[in-house]
């Protein structure tokens, strides 16, 4: 039974099901010491856990779902008494701000499956990130994924104004399966265009950008995005003003984190004061069909939207 649900799991986090929990997923049985880590966000006492010390190679899985979530060449040793990992499986974990307003809680993408606690700035490898994860919320396979990620594809999450532009100039990118314009960013369940649009939702007009990694890169990607809006502009984009407009990248991962941060500071360098906020990517409500190839359909192009080389 515990094979078949990690292949259904393995396959719904290939499919892009990571960015909410899987409706009708038989999770596995936990005993009450992992439903206090996994379901009530208790944390194991330090140097107690099975995976403290290992370094076999596999994956690292939720010990709730199967969903893999960390490589084994991604685990070290931080002395901290708790699995170590510098980085994770693209879209696997997500993190949110913890209940006690000052750390930054992490859990499974799939399930939400409490793991533990992320910190930066510790310098103790060179991706500077530590994933502090309970033994009790993880579990441990023998394999490698490398073969199962080549050739999947990968979603980025673009802000940059009204998404109709914005999905406009990533639709003919050679690479990209689809562009969907949506939501992202806020607390609100589910939100329509009216909610946006007032302004006071938290969600920004997104573009999901879905493509195939084989053919076209992240930086790729993020590089377009520079340079078919303004990321100067502090209150929106063009005459579009509000915080549904403003300039973000939602980021999946560390790996994604960086290239912005590299981005934004060779644009800085070339005495661009860059507003484009670095966000970590929430819950996509896609938007109403109707603004879906908005411009296709009107057989227009943006009108506050321009191509300018900046790179």
């Given at each position: 039974?515990?094979i078949v649900l990690f292949i259904l799991s393995l396959l719904a986090i290939l ?297």
């Amino acid at each position: 039974m515990k094979i078949v649900l990690f292949i259904l799991s393995l396959l719904a986090i290939l499919q892009g099901s990571g960015t909410g929990i899987m409706k009708n997923q038989i999770w596995n049985e936990l005993t009450q010491e992992e439903k206090n880590v996994i379901e009530h966000k208790g944390t194991e006492r330090p140097f107690s856990g099975k995976y403290y010390k290992t370094n076999e190679e596999g994956v690292y899985l939720c010990k709730r779902c199967n969903a893999p979530l960390y490589k084994s060449d991604a685990k070290f040793d931080s002395g901290c008494g708790w699995p170590s990992f510098d980085d994770e499986i693209a879209g696997a974990v997500k993190r949110v701000p913890d209940a006690d307003g000052r750390r930054v809680e992490i859990i499974c993408a799939n399930c939400e499956a409490h793991l533990g606690h992320v910190f930066e700035g510790e310098g103790l490898t060179d991706k500077n990130v530590r994933h502090c994860v309970n033994s009790l919320s993880i579990d441990f396979k023998h394999q490698d994924l490398k073969p199962l990620m080549l050739s999947k594809n990968k979603k980025a999450y673009f802000a940059g104004g009204c998404f109709w532009g914005v999905e406009y100039y990533f639709e003919d990118v050679d690479g990209v399966i689809s562009a969907d314009s949506g939501y992202m960013g806020g607390a609100l369940k589910n939100p329509t265009y009216k909610d946006v649009s007032r302004g006071d939702s938290g969600h920004l007009e997104v573009v999901e950008v879905t493509y195939d990694p084989t053919k076209v890169d992240y930086e790729t990607l993020a590089r377009l995005f520079f340079e078919i809006h303004d990321p100067t502009q502090k209150n929106g984009q063009g005459p579009d003003i509000g915080e549904q407009y403003l300039s973000a990248v939602f980021v999946s991962d560390e790996s994604e984190r960086k290239i912005i941060e590299k981005l934004t500071n060779l644009l800085e360098s070339k005495g661009l004061d860059v507003a484009t906020k670095i966000v970590q990517s929430s819950e996509f409500y896609k938007a109403e069909e109707y603004h879906q190839d908005y411009y296709k359909h009107k057989n227009a192009k943006p009108y506050c939207h321009i191509y300018i080389k900046r790179f």
